[in-house]
């Protein structure tokens, strides 16, 4: 592997620890999708700042979109609080407006320049290497390498200091507004912080693979914890991987890194989807599928110990007679018998069931229970 | 260039009069679905099947190597609907909101889309050429052969929501209900999103996938402003997207390089805010001048109140001047000037040389605020 190939790997993993970290919360807050707004946005402000210094310096533009994600944010609460339309369509009347603008003010104004959308939606990883970072006349890696580290660290060093107040102000809003943390500070400070997440990533990764980072991760740690710093070590694990084999793929299929990236972040998702120990779609469905047995075992129970000793039993106690009786499928039937055989609450003699002794002491709890 | 060469250009002009009646039809169409997905809150939605849309677009290619609309259109709808399904489980069955499952699959199928598109590009045979205009739109290449699979698709879905008017009427405001007395609520939800899908993907190749939210959105958001029915937000949200697809189109044919779709979403942006500010009764300026008159009428009463208080009395000649209002109840200049007109043009009391009178009329309105 080539040094060039190390390094968009540290970059892109790099960039995806920051994205997963600050994404957490956005998640938790049930805000996700202003990522999606404000990455987007942001073209706007790195348009005007560089019709302003007709330079691509790195520092002004990060402040100039930075400057529009929090001025999106700022439009989406002035329309909600005009109450004339709710979030979801404020935030679907903003970002496209600013967007618009700055793809218009790109196509009149900068067709010939080197700033073109596609390149803001989905980055430009291959070339990531080649812009260096020289520090009195040596060169010290990648400069987005090093953009991506200090934005990290920054991401970081913001949880960890207002660790107590970004989770009550998450879990509990009223409570923190109560004890006198001002849910709109922290809420201005995560926004910014997610816009210069955005724009020091997307210029690297793009900005639809900011989106990706920012939610798949995290959404799919939360699949897997209720703590919130094994969700945060979790979905920085998560991104990282997805960053590492996205980019593998990438490579042996010759295509796009930033879309590969994203897909796994994707696919990554569906992983822990499915198999998620308590949360995941297959633990659910067999626990439903337990359930629905173990109701209808004790409905056999209850059935059986009621004809138990009448003179109707021998026509009660048959397997056959269950499906007509309860109404239940062959399969579903035989699954039944199983179960409650295999908790030794029934046995079964000529195609006759009968109570065991647990079994009786079990249709009798259950009959008082109801 | 005058009106009169724009309207000629229009109906005469091959090129301009394809792409208003694609732009206008898209509107159209998306404007009245976009008006159910506001209501049911939904508006993320079609931002979410935009993006999705884009792998089935070049799935659809990879597999037939055709370009032809209809075919890329299917894969559009197909991918747009699954992605839409992913979401509907995702929140139904984990503790995931919405949000978060609709932010995954704008993210990830885009994504993939993007990953397909630049294999499709390194094939030797094939270019992606045609299939990135679903990316940005590109309604300056419309051909009849879209407008004709655009107004097709169109009229078949708005043709649905005229069938089935009552049913996405109850299902938009009261789905519970529905339940109740025994509608396939489910199944019509699942139509009704559906027909979201087409108009999202019809609009595609005009607006491109970050803007075709906005074609939903917009037109919608604006004629909430204007009405609490739904047929007339209906009618009114789609006329607002056709107008906006039709100056979209003739504006940037006019001007040079001025990409469609986001002129389209320019001027619906302005038609919202507009409409936010000048609405009748919801709108801001109304409620500013409601909340204003309401001042009004307060200190009207007030003043009433005060003048009941100090009549017959001593120090009635001193309280009742016009002058001395301003310094008693501490009301600046024009606002006291105000007050004393509207006291008297609601015929609560009378002027007499500089002072103010209650009628019998200001006499009994002050009681009753007294006993209130």
């Known amino acids: 592997m080539s040094t060039a190939q190390i390094e968009i790997i540290l970059i892109a993993s790099v960039v995806a620890a920051s994205c997963a970290l600050i994404g957490t919360f956005l998640v938790l807050r049930k805000m996700a999708l202003m990522s999606d707004a404000i990455s987007h946005a942001i073209l706007l402000g790195i348009v005007v700042m560089f019709f302003l210094t007709r330079s691509r310096a790195s520092l002004p533009m990060i402040l100039a979109a930075t400057a529009t994600g929090v001025l999106t944010v700022y439009l989406v609460e002035l329309l909600v609080q005009t109450r004339l339309v709710k979030e979801d369509a404020a935030i679907g009347l903003v970002f496209p407006a600013l967007f618009s603008i700055g793809v218009i003010l790109i196509s009149r104004y900068a067709a010939n320049i080197h700033l073109d959308i596609d390149a803001v939606l989905l980055g430009e990883l291959v070339f990531a290497p080649f812009d260096r970072l020289i520090v009195a006349g040596r ?25 107590k107040e970004l989770k009550l102000a998450t879990f509990d809003p009223g409570l923190a507004a109560a004890l006198g943390f001002s849910p709109v500070l922290i809420h201005y400070a995560l926004m910014t912080l997610v816009s210069v997440t955005a724009v020091s990533s997307f210029e690297a990764v793009g900005s639809i693979l900011v989106i990706a980072l920012m939610i798949g991760p995290p959404a799919a740690a939360y699949l897997l914890t209720d703590r919130l710093p094994v969700m945060l070590a979790l979905g920085v694990l998560l991104a990282v991987v997805s960053a590492v084999l996205g980019y593998l793929i990438a490579y042996l299929v010759n295509g796009s890194i930033a879309g590969s990236m994203a897909t796994m972040t994707g696919v990554i ?22 359930q629905r047995a173990q109701f209808a075992a004790e409905a056999l129970l209850v059935h059986l110990s009621q004809h138990t000793g009448q003179p109707e039993f021998a026509a009660e106690c048959a397997v056959t007679h269950l499906t007509g009786h309860f109404r239940w499928s062959e399969p579903f039937a035989a699954q039944i018998v199983r179960f409650a055989r295999q908790r030794d609450w029934i046995e079964e003699s000529d195609g006759c069931l009968r109570l065991t002794r647990a079994g009786t002491r079990v249709a009798s709890q259950v009959m008082v229970r109801s | 260039m005058n009106l009169g060469q724009i309207l000629h250009d229009l109906l005469f002009d091959y090129t301009l009069r394809t792409v208003a009646m694609g732009s ?13 997905a506001v209501l049911r809150r939904q508006s ?56 978060t499952a609709l932010g995954i699959v704008l993210s990830v199928f885009f994504g993939f889309g993007m990953l397909l598109l630049s294999i499709i590009q390194r094939m030797p045979t094939a270019s992606k050429a045609g299939l990135d205009k679903f990316l940005f739109g590109q309604a300056a290449t419309l051909m009849s052969r879209d407008v004709v699979t655009t107004a097709a698709l169109g009229a078949a879905a708005l043709l649905v929501v005229l069938l089935l008017w009552k049913e996405f009427k109850l299902l938009s405001f009261d789905p519970a209900f529905m339940k109740s007395v025994g509608y396939p609520v489910r199944r019509l939800d699942i139509l009704l999103t559906t027909l979201m ?84 009764d919801r709108g801001i300026v109304a409620q500013l001048r409601r909340r204003r008159r309401q001042r009004v009428q307060f200190a009207a009463e007030a003043l009433a109140i005060h003048l009941l208080n100090h009549e017959g009395a001593p120090d009635a000649a001193v309280e009742t001047a016009i002058a001395h209002l301003r310094q008693h109840l501490q009301w600046d200049e024009s606002f006291a000037e105000r007050v004393t007109r509207r006291t008297i043009t609601s015929g609560l009391a009378e002027r007499s040389n500089g002072h103010l009178r209650l009628t019998s009329y200001g006499r009994e309105v002050a009681r009753r605020a007294m006993a209130r």
């Open chain 1, 139 to 163: 060169d010290i890696g990648p400069k987005t390498l090093w953009l991506g580290l200090s934005v990290g660290v920054i991401n970081l060093a913001f949880i960890l200091l207002f660790y």
């Open chain 2, 44 to 99: 993320l939605l079609g931002d979410a099947i935009s993006h999705a849309a884009l792998p089935g677009v070049a799935l659809a290619f990879l597999l037939t190597m055709s370009r032809a609309p209809l075919v890329l259109v299917l894969g559009a709808t197909l991918s747009g609907w699954l992605g839409t399904l992913f979401v509907i489980t995702v929140t139904r069955q984990t503790r995931i909101k919405q949000d």
């Open chain 2, 24 to 36: 206008a039809a898209l509107g159209l169409v998306s404007g009245v679905l976009g008006a159910f």
């Open chain 1, 269 to 290: 998702f569906v992983i822990v989807l499915m198999v998620a120990p308590q949360r995941g779609l297959i633990s659910r469905w067999s626990r439903q599928r337990r």
């Open chain 2, 197 to 280: 899908v087409i108009a999202i993907v019809i609009g595609l190749q005009t607006v491109g996938v970050v803007l075709m939210s906005a074609m939903l959105v917009a037109p919608a958001a604006a004629a909430r402003q204007w009405t609490d029915k739904l047929g007339r937000m209906v009618l009114l949200s789609g006329g607002f997207g056709a107008l906006v697809g039709v100056l979209g189109a003739v504006t940037s044919a006019q001007v040079g390089r001025l990409p469609t779709g986001p002129t389209i979403v320019l001027y619906v942006s302005g038609i919202v805010v507009v409409s936010l500010l000048a609405a009748p």
